[in-house]
Nanobody, 124 residues
C-alpha cells in the first residue's frame, strides 16, 4: 500500500522560510509527476507547484519567485522550499503524486495519491 507522508509545516513569521518534505513508501515501481497543493479555510484546494519525472516545473503565479519545488528520485521524495512567506500562504499543504505501484489483488496499477496534509501558518 502506497503512503505519502509530509513533514516540515509549522508557524513562521512573515518573510520567513519553511521547507516541506513528502516521502512516498510502499511497493513502488515508478513515480511520475509530483506536486504540492494547498487549501486555506473556506477556499478550494489549489495547485502550488508541480514537477514532472524529468524535473520540469511549474508554479502558481502567487508563489513564483518565492517557492521552489524539487525531487530526489532515489528517496522517492519531493520538497517545497518556501521563502518570503506571506500571511496569505497560510493553508494546509498537501503532497500529490502519480505512482505506478503493486496493489494487492490488482497487480501493477498507476494511481493518484495524496498525503495527509501539513499546516503552514504565517503570522507575527
Amino acid at each position: 500500500q502506497v503512503q505519502l507522508v509530509e513533514s516540515g509545516g509549522g508557524l513562521v513569521q512573515p518573510g520567513g522560510s519553511l521547507r516541506l518534505s513528502c516521502s512516498a513508501s510502499g511497493s513502488i515501481f515508478s513515480i511520475y509527476a509530483m506536486g504540492w497543493y494547498r487549501q486555506a479555510p473556506g477556499k478550494p484546494r489549489e495547485l502550488v507547484a508541480h514537477i514532472t519525472s524529468g524535473s520540469s516545473t511549474n508554479y502558481a503565479n502567487s508563489v513564483k519567485g518565492r517557492f521552489i519545488i524539487s525531487r530526489d528520485n532515489a528517496k522517492n521524495t519531493v520538497y517545497l522550499q518556501m521563502n518570503s512567506l506571506k500571511a496569505e500562504d497560510t493553508a494546509v499543504y498537501y503532497c500529490n503524486a502519480d505512482i505506478l505501484a503493486l496493489r494487492v489483488g490488482v497487480g501493477p496499477s498507476k494511481d493518484d495519491y495524496w498525503g495527509q496534509g501539513t499546516q503552514v501558518t504565517v503570522s507575527s
